[in-house]
Each structure stands twice: as C-alpha cells, then as structure tokens.
C-alpha cells in the first residue's frame, strides 16, 4: 500500500466516524471477518488477501474504502489477538448489539463469502470453532431479518 494511503489511514483512524461515509457499515463489516479470522490462533496472510478481494466485490472497486475494509480488520485481529481490549466474546456481543440498534446491518453478513476462509484454515479444532461462528452468524441474520 502507499505510503499516502496508511498516513490518510492512520489520521482516518482517528476520526473515523467523521470523515469516512458509513463508517458504521465497514465497522461491522471488518467485525465479521475479524471475528472468523481471529477464531484462528495463527491466522495466514491469505486470510487478508480474501478480505480485500471481498472488500473490493462489495465496494465496487473503490479501492480506498476497500483498503480501509482490510486495515480495520486487520486492526481488530490485532486487538483480539493481544487480548488488551477486545476478545472474540466481546466482539460477538458487540456485533449482537449492532444489529439490535441497525438490524439491516444483517444484510451484510454474507455467509457464502465467509466461508472461504474455511478453506484456509488447516487444525481441525480451528475449522470447527470457525464453522460454528458461521452458523452462529447465519442463525443470527435470519433471527435478525425474520424481525
């Protein structure tokens, strides 16, 4: 990535709900696959790789806001996996919450494009934690949209 792009990065950061438009969008979008990348206690880099392929199918292209998908995953895999502010129960209460408040928010959850990152998890014990956390997620958006 350019230089320029994780400067503007950082300073989005910051003040995210300012100045990135629906910034609440990509949040919960990054949570999602935070929360199925973290599942994984050594996540590979093809994990990102499919996030920013996702990111650009569901962007349209625009690869700003699809880079800014990818660097806020990867700064909630971060956080989990120092387990200082956030654990992977919290961010499933978290995205719990969200959908109470936004419950069209269900709508993007997009279980057929989680589960390529199945295909990139090798421990059985991992790949079956992260398949019971697509299943929690695709209960969750049918419960959530039946509402």
């Known amino acids: 990535m350019k230089l320029s792009f994780r400067i503007k990065h950082h300073f989005f950061s910051a003040f995210r709900e300012i100045f990135v438009h ?3 969008s990509l949040e919960f979008r990054a949570k999602i696959f935070a929360l199925i990348i973290a599942a994984n206690d050594k996540p590979q880099v093809e994990n990102f790789i499919l996030v920013k392929e996702k990111a ?5 292209d625009d690869k700003d806001r699809a880079n800014l998908l990818l660097l806020t995953t990867k700064e909630l895999v971060e956080k989990v996996k ?3 502010t956030l654990d992977l129960d919290s ?3 978290t995205i719990q919450k969200e959908l109470k408040i936004v419950p069209r928010y269900a709508k993007k959850i997009d279980v ?3 589960r390529g990152f199945l295909d990139l998890t090798n421990d ?3 790949l079956a934690y992260q398949t019971n956390i697509i299943e929690f997620l695709e209960n969750l958006k049918a419960e959530t949209l039946k509402n």
């Open 112 to 114: 057929a494009s989680l």
């Open 91 to 93: 961010l499933v209460v």
């Open 22 to 24: 629906h910034h609440g």
């Open 124 to 126: 059985e014990d991992t």
């Open 56 to 60: 650009l199918e569901i962007y349209s």
């Open 82 to 84: 120092k387990k200082n």
